[in-house]
Each structure stands twice: as C-alpha cells, then as structure tokens.
C-alpha cells in the first residue's frame, strides 16, 4: 500500500512538472508574440511618421511652389502694366503731334493766305461815294445776272432723294445733304483709330453666336425618291468618299 501512495505521489509530481512546463511554454509564446506585435505596432508607427513627414515635405514644396508662381504672375501683372501705360504713353504722343502738326499746317496755311502788300505801287485815292454820281459808259452794255441758287433747307428727320441724278455725283459740294462728323475727320479719326488698333473690341460681345440652321426642320416634308440619292441627300453627316463608311 505504501509503495502504491509513492507512485501515485510520484506520478502526481511528474504531471505536476508537466503542467508546470506548459504554463511556462505557453506563457513565453505568450510573451513572444506580446513583443512581435510591439514590433509590428513600433514599425507601424515608424512608417506612419515616414509618410507624414514625407506629406509635410510635398506640401512645403508645393506651398513653394505656389508662392514662387504668384511671384511670377505678380511681376507680369507688373510687366503688363507698365507695358500698357507705355503703349498708352506712346498713343498720346502721336495723337498729340499729329495734333500739333495739323494746328501748325492750319496756322501757317492761314498766314501764308493773307494778302501781301504791295510798297513798291501807289494806292489811288478812293473817291467819296457822294461827291458825284458814276456816269455809265455808253460804250458799255450789262450783262445777264448770273442764276443764284438757293439750296433747300435741310431736315435733320428726313434724308430727301428726290433729286438724285443717275450720274456718280448724288451730293453737291454746295449743298451736301449730311456733314461729315467731327470724330470722323483729321487729328479725332486718326486718334480713334489709334486707339482701335491697339484695343480692339471683343466681337464676341458684339455679335452672338451663329447657329447653324437644321435643315431636317426646314425641310419637314421628304418623298421616297430623295432617299435614292447619293450622299447629298444625307444632311446629317458630311459628303464621304466612296468606299469610306464609319
């Protein structure tokens, strides 16, 4: 009996140290697996911190970037400006000796018409208008007085045609129908179309977009004999080449 308490007390023992040593095994697997995934976590972080170094690094080049070319558009903004003042600056300088030039043409011209007198001749002295009567000369006969025209007066309402002839001339350096405008002649037109020249209009703000018209809904009414035709009866594609088809 007592040998039979020893074995079972020995027997107990050894599963004792078995149990013993799986607890240890699974609690340095434990323990391992416990470091692995501080590993992986440590590693995790690391290439976190990577990344949002390197999306700090992007976004200071790209900042960069951006300030360097508004600093770029800020000095031809600049440019521009000073370009534009200059073209203006040049504008003005021709409109205005084209304007002195044409006030020193008129000066001139009106001096240069004056009459010039005469010192080398004597003046014959003017009788006085009622120290006698002028006789007429026998030997004289007075002619026909020329015909004076008197030209219609002109309505600013109404532009009359009635007296246009079939010839080129249809207006009367006497009596023209309409004056030409101030800003249409001399040192005004050649200033507008400077001025044109160098800003133009923008013609799509003057005119609106041509829409192309549909002939399918011009031509609503079809027969079968148009279909027989070639490609011109197809309206809604362009003329191809035989042999061609998409």
């Known amino acids: ?44 972080e690391r290439q976190d911190m990577e990344k949002r170094k390197q999306k700090d690094l992007e976004l200071k080049q790209k900042m960069e970037k951006i300030k360097e070319l508004e600093k770029k ?25 084209h304007n002195m030039s044409t006030q020193g043409y008129t000066a001139t011209s009106a001096v240069s018409s004056l009459p010039k007198p005469n010192l080398n001749s004597t003046q014959p002295v003017e009788q006085p208008v009622n120290s006698q009567e002028k006789m007429p000369n026998p030997d004289s006969y007075e002619m026909t007085p020329a015909k004076k ?5 002109i309505s600013l ?70 279909n027989k035709r070639t490609s011109s009866a197809i309206w809604t594609s362009p003329i191809l080449k035989p042999g061609m088809n998409f």
């Open 1 to 44: 009996m007592a040998e039979f308490e020893r074995e079972r007390a020995a027997e107990h023992e050894r599963l004792k140290k078995i149990e013993e040593e799986k607890i240890r095994e699974r609690q340095k697997l434990r323990e391992e697996r416990e470091r692995q995934l501080a590993k992986e976590r440590a590693e995790r």
């Open 73 to 97: 558009r800020l000095i031809e903004e600049e440019k521009r400006k000073l370009e534009l003042k200059e073209r203006e600056r040049a504008i003005h300088a021709i409109v205005n000796k």
């Open 149 to 153: 025209y008197f030209p219609n007066k």
């Open 157 to 226: 309402e109404s532009y009359d045609i009635s007296d246009l002839r079939s010839d080129d001339s249809t207006d009367e350096d006497d009596a023209p129908k309409k004056k030409v405008p101030t800003w249409a002649l001399g040192a005004s037109l050649k200033a507008a179309l400077i001025q044109q020249h160098y800003h133009p209009p923008d013609l799509n703000l003057l005119f609106t977009e041509i829409v192309p018209p549909d002939l399918n809904e011009l031509f609503i009414k079809k027969k079968a004999r148009f």
